[in-house]
């Protein structure tokens, strides 16, 4: 079946541009997780979503970045005002039960 | 503070020998680890896992060791293939909070695997 899906899968932005990066989760995935990867380590969380409900995002950096998922599928992580130390890999999950969290290939977001 | 560490950047090996990488956490809170892989452009692929309640785990060539007391954990990979070769991440969680599978991963460790 498909996989986790992420677009776009580069963006370069200049700073201050806001940008969005979409996920599409695997189909009825209720729990979503947001990844940031900056370059030489490992994934950082960032924040949950169970169906519709961020229930924790206490991995944001700033008020600068939200995140989405209006209907419990799709999501969205937007970041304002970009800033080059925003430079990463951006990594959504999803799974079905806790721990066994299905990625997708990421958006590498490059802030000049 | 990293709380999960991979002390090893990277790790070659020849094809058939066993592969063993190693992790370390500080969080005595964590009592859930897995082992994610990692090809070049792709996410990382669930590998392998182990809950606190035990101390070996085996899933065909690929084997996870919890040593508790020392707050340790390794991956041995016997026998080791060419195809293995990718980055490898340890990962652990605090099953009993709430964070929801909240996970805390390693820095990576990058195993070569030679023909």
């Known amino acids: 079946g498909a996989g986790v899906s992420q677009s776009p899968r580069y963006k370069v932005a200049k700073r201050g541009q806001d940008v969005a990066l979409r996920c599409d989760p695997i189909s009825g995935h209720v729990s979503l997780f947001w990844y940031q990867q900056a370059l030489g380590q490992g994934p950082e969380f960032l924040t949950y979503f169970q169906n519709e409900a961020q229930l924790d995002k206490s991995g944001l950096p700033s008020d600068r970045f939200f995140a989405e998922r209006p209907e419990g599928s799709v999501s969205t992580l937007k970041i304002q005002r970009t800033q080059q130390e925003d430079s990463a890999v951006y990594l959504c999950?999803?799974?079905?039960?806790?721990?066994?969290?299905?990625f997708g290939p990421g958006t590498r977001l490059t802030v000049t | 503070d990293q709380q999960v560490k991979q002390n090893s950047p990277s790790l070659s090996v020849q094809e058939g020998r066993i592969s063993i990488l190693n992790c370390d956490y500080t969080?005595?809170?964590?009592?859930?680890f897995l082992w994610y892989k990692k090809y070049p452009a792709e996410g990382p692929t669930f590998l392998i896992s182990i809950s606190s309640i035990k101390d070996k785990n085996e899933d065909g060539r690929f084997t996870v060791f919890l040593n508790k007391s020392a707050k340790h954990l390794s991956l041995h990979i016997v026998p080791s293939q060419p195809g293995d070769s990718a980055v490898y991440f340890c990962a652990a969680a605090n099953a009993g909070g709430t964070s929801y599978g909240k996970l805390t991963f390693g820095q990576g460790t990058i195993l070569t695997v030679h023909p």
């Open positions: 999950a999803s799974s079905r039960d806790r721990y066994e969290q299905y």
């Open positions: 969080n005595s809170m964590f009592d859930y």
